[in-house]
Every structure is written in structure tokens, then in C-alpha cells.
């Protein structure tokens, strides 16, 4: 076995107690190693990471679901709508040169990971608990939209629905946290199967990656609660704000004759 496909197999744990520790941060992970430890190709990379982060999010919510964390019906609503937009588009991005997407995705993980780094909005006194009455157009339409970024880059999801259903569903932070699983293995098989009508993968190595990365995410889940989840989320935020930045490096170059026709 090669070592850089090594390297990437030990990551994969990293990409699983991502999601299970902090609802978000899988596919942010995942693209960047498949791309440049695996050698896949940027459209290759994107839809092996929807599909490695659709099934470690899947198993993860259950393990949540019995702890109390998951609130079906707001997750259902979310990922009913962030499926439609990942699927939207995942099938624009098979179009777009790998080297706009992952410029695309450097952005993607400057965005997320300043809004990590600031933390989230607190939550007025009243939104505790779930409101009775949810404002479902607002809940379909930001549904949407992060179902397009994540279907697009196969990034930006868990750390874009967590303050959403935080802010607009009412729930407690480890509520959203295990709700936005739901909504992540929803939009991921979307945006995987949008991707899949232009996208050859190598399932070999995509199941290994993505077997690492679930028994990964059942050491997230058991850690969610006992690491202090402000500091957690600014240490992984300043590591993803350096990756994205050293991808921007990298792929810039690359953009240049692309945009310029040179």
C-alpha cells in the first residue's frame, strides 16, 4: 500500500470524530485528502466525500437519536430542501474545471472556518426549546441554499446547518449538532448522485476511507459533551483556515491561464 494512501486511511478517524464530536467539518477534511494524498481528481474527490461523509453522518445521528439529541422533524424539513439544492448542485459542478471547484472549496473553508473561529450567535432567552411553530419558509429556503454549496464543493455543511437550526429551529447547541447529521446524510446522497452521472469513483478505497471514518465518528459521539466544544471549535477553525489558505496557494497558480486564456 502506498504511503500517502496510508496517511489518508489514518486521517479518515480525524474526518469521523469531526462529525460526531461537532455536526460539521467531514467533507472539509475529506476533499483536501483525497485530492492530495489519494490523487483523486477535484470532481472525483468531491463526490467520494459526500459519500464517506453521508454514511458516517448516517450512522452518527442514531448514536445521537438515543441520547435525545436529534429532532427529526425540523432535521426532515432542513435536509428535504438541502436535498434539492445539493442535487442542484452537485449536477453544476460536474461541469465546472476541478481547478474553479477547489478554489471554490478554498473559499468555502476561509468562510467556515472564520465562522468558527467568531463562534455562534447566542440565542435569545426565549428559543431554549424548540418553538412550537417553526418558520418553515426560512428553514426550506437556508435548507436550500446550503444544499447547493454543499452539492457544489462537497463542503460547508455541518458548520453552516448547526447555527441555522440553532438560530431558526430554537435548539440547544448539541440538539442542532445531532440534527445536522441528519440533514448532512440527507443532502450528501443527493449531491452524490447528482455527481455520480459524471464522476467514475474507486469504491475500493472510497469504503475503506469511509469504514475508517465511521468508527471515528463513534469516538466523536462519545467525546461530544466532555471537551470544552468553544475551544474544540476555534483550535479545529485556526487548522481548517490554514488548509484552505494553503489549497488557495496551491490552486491560484492554476486559475491564472484558466481565466486569462493564456
Request: proline residues 5%.
Amino acid at each position: 500500500m502506498e504511503p500517502n494512501l496510508v496517511i489518508a486511511l489514518l486521517l479518515a478517524v480525524l474526518v469521523g470524530v469531526s462529525l460526531g464530536l461537532l455536526g460539521g467539518g467531514g467533507s472539509i477534511l475529506t476533499v483536501p485528502i483525497l485530492t492530495y494524498l489519494v490523487g483523486m481528481d477535484p470532481q472525483q474527490a468531491i463526490a467520494a466525500s459526500l459519500f464517506v461523509v453521508g454514511v458516517t453522518s448516517a450512522v452518527s445521528v442514531f448514536t445521537h437519536s438515543r441520547a435525545g439529541r436529534v429532532r427529526w422533524k425540523t432535521g426532515l424539513i432542513f435536509g428535504a430542501a438541502g436535498m434539492a439544492g445539493a442535487f442542484a448542485g452537485g449536477t453544476v459542478g460536474g461541469f465546472i474545471p476541478g481547478t474553479i471547484l477547489m478554489v471554490l472549496f478554498a473559499a468555502m473553508m476561509i468562510a467556515t472556518a472564520t465562522a468558527m473561529i467568531r463562534g455562534r450567535k447566542k440565542v435569545a432567552a426565549g428559543h431554549d426549546s424548540e418553538p412550537t411553530a417553526l418558520p418553515v419558509a426560512r428553514i426550506v429556503l437556508d435548507g436550500f441554499l446550503v444544499g447547493i454549496a454543499a452539492g457544489l464543493v462537497g463542503a460547508g455543511g455541518g458548520f453552516l446547518i448547526v447555527p441555522a437550526l440553532t438560530l431558526l429551529g430554537g435548539l440547544p447547541v448539541a440538539v442542532a449538532v445531532g440534527t445536522s447529521l441528519l440533514v448532512i446524510a440527507m443532502q450528501s446522497s443527493a449531491g452524490l448522485v447528482a455527481h455520480l452521472f459524471t464522476v467514475a469513483l474507486p469504491w475500493p478505497t472510497i469504503l475503506a476511507f469511509t469504514g475508517i471514518a465511521v468508527a471515528g465518528s463513534f469516538v466523536g459521539v462519545a467525546l461530544a459533551g466532555r471537551i470544552p466544544e468553544t475551544a474544540l471549535r476555534r483550535g479545529f477553525g485556526i487548522f481548517v483556515l490554514a488548509v484552505g489558505a494553503l489549497v488557495l496557494t496551491l490552486e491560484l497558480p492554476q486559475l491564472i491561464p484558466l481565466v486569462t486564456g493564456a
